[in-house]
């Protein structure tokens, strides 16, 4: 069974920062773009990063120079730094693949259980 796990988030002050970690597992057999997602409360879901398997990143304009996703694609994994943090970035964050598992022929979406990011002002 394919799996996202997010790690990485917590409480930080405004200015400071923070990494989340997301490692994808399971019976895959191959992994296209990865990225971020974040919803705040009230708000809908919305893209935050992502990266291709190819390492091409796409960024949501508030966060660019302020968060640098990367990808190692032997470890199915991503990460995204994020700096200079703002009360606005407060958030759940989502962990996203578009993967193939071994007992489909198609790539699928998945989704990873967030963590909460919380930055105080």
């Known amino acids: 069974q394919v799996q996202l796990v997010e790690s990485g988030g917590g409480l930080v002050q405004a200015g400071g920062s923070l990494r989340l970690s997301c490692a994808a597992s399971g019976n895959i057999v191959s992994i296209g773009t990865m990225g971020w997602y974040r919803q705040a409360p009230g708000k809908q879901r919305e893209l935050v990063a992502t990266?291709?398997?190819?390492?091409?990143?796409v960024y949501e304009d508030s966060v660019k120079g302020r968060f640098t996703i990367s990808r190692d694609s032997a470890k199915n994994t991503i990460a995204l730094q994020m700096n200079s943090l703002k009360p606005e970035d407060t958030a759940v964050y989502y962990c996203s693949a578009a993967l193939r598992p071994s007992d489909r022929l198609s790539f699928m979406t998945y989704w990873g259980q967030g963590t909460q990011v919380t930055v105080s002002s």
């Open positions: 990266i291709t398997s190819g390492t091409i990143t």
